[in-house]
């Protein structure tokens, strides 16, 4: 039990510090996630908006396979993106397997389904309500989207942090398109995981924390957002 | 252009010969009336018959089945502009009370330089000026249904349609409404509006359609309708009496 105490202090000791592998491995989660994110965004806030407003055949089915597409298991996401991009993959001339680039594209794959089901329920549930007075004003589609999206941009906001949550707590993708380098593509799940398997308990703690702070602050922030927008604007 | 329209009139409303019909239900029954500019209209009778329906037909936000709809010869949709309505449920965007008011003047190309003034005016004659910062979704119903008129009334419509606005709203918030509902009608902007309400129909209409089960029973003058209603079922509307 004193060791597990004793490793807490450690990693506890290493987080206060900022010791320079655990700012290196933080920085690199955070900026391999934002990118996702913001990957996922672009393809995500239109495309659940279409799906949400644009009436062509299939559409349920489109829905059904948006909502489904959120729980694609991360693994076979990597086991996907790695045969794409390695060398006899028909990606594989990019030459970015095992590296960051290839991280945020799992991770981009994995979260997009999730910011895109959640824009259309968004935009969905918003456009049920204003429909009829759009209707009235004769408002053109570009008109009617941006309306619905500025309205919809708290809730928006909080399916973006959802995306994030995800994309930092995922390990099974990153770490096979990753590979866990040292200096190179080790993150914080890939390096607890690993650091675990070894022994050396007090890195793995002291990354389990900030992942959980991290995780912690963004539940917040989008409980605080959500509750900040709906106190503002009803 | 048309012969038959009349450029730089929307008024007389010509509904001929129009039928709706929804889940196999005939909505609206061959309804055949003209509307004159000049008088406040108030489309009466119970709930469920087809009142609101009537309203959104007239307005172009549904086709009718059968029958048509002209504004001094026009469509809807080409009456457009000169048409505005307000809802019975209102619906207020998730911006400020200044904002829903700027979003409509912006929807409708308004230059952003003219929006300033034309929501301090519209503000002030609603009496919201002292809540233009505030959300508008956070206002009493009274407050929400007159910033809903204030909002159609800013974009300068001919004619104003209104779906039971003050159904849910106590006597000080109606009265409140009513005053917009007859300043509008002084500025020369046609009101035509429906109410389940005797009272405000006794209160505000110059003429009355009364409408039962999708058709349309009486369309006669205020004072005709109230002293001598000609059907049985409108005499027992005006009794009170619960009509099927």
Known sequence: ?234 | MDKAIEPNRVMPLEVLDLSYDAGGKTLLNKLDFRLEDGVRTVILGPNGAGKSLLLRVCHGLLQPGSGSVSWAGRTPSQAGRELAMVFQRTVLLRRTVADNIAHTLAIMGVPREQRSSRIDTALKEAGLSELEDHPARTLSGGEQQRLSIARARVLRPRVLLLDEPTSNLDPGATAAVEGMIRAADADGTRIIMTTHDILQARRLADEVLFLHRGGLLEHTSASEFFAEPKTDEARRFLRGELLE
């Open chain 1, 1 to 234: 039990m004193s060791e597990v105490f004793s490793a807490v202090a450690t990693a506890v000791e290493l987080v206060v510090r900022l010791d320079p592998d655990l700012v290196e491995i933080v920085a690199l989660s955070l900026k391999v996630s934002l990118s996702a994110v913001l990957i996922a965004a672009l393809v995500g806030l239109p495309l659940g908006a279409a799906v949400a407003l644009v009436k062509f055949p299939g559409r349920r089915g489109a829905v059904i396979l948006l909502n489904a597409a959120m729980g694609l298991p991360p693994v076979v996401v990597g086991l996907v993106v790695y045969l794409l991009l390695s060398r006899a993959g028909p990606l594989g001339e990019l030459g970015i397997l095992f590296t960051p680039a290839a991280m945020v594209i799992a991770q981009s794959i994995l979260i997009t389904p999730i910011i895109a089901a959640l824009t259309r329920q968004t935009i969905s549930d918003l456009h049920e309500e204003y429909d009829e007075y759009l209707c009235s004003l004769g408002a053109g589609h570009l008109q009617r989207i941006t309306t619905l999206l500025w309205d919809g941009r708290f809730r928006l906001l909080t399916g973006l942090l959802a995306g994030f949550g995800r994309a930092s707590a995922e390990v099974g993708a990153v770490i096979i398109v990753g590979g866990n380098i040292n200096h190179v593509t080790r993150v914080m799940t890939t390096t607890i995981a690993l650091e675990t398997s070894k022994g050396n308990l007090n890195l793995a703690l002291a990354l389990g924390i900030v992942l959980i702070i991290l995780a912690a602050s963004v539940n917040a922030a989008a409980v605080l957002i959500g509750d900040a927008a709906s106190k503002r604007y009803g």
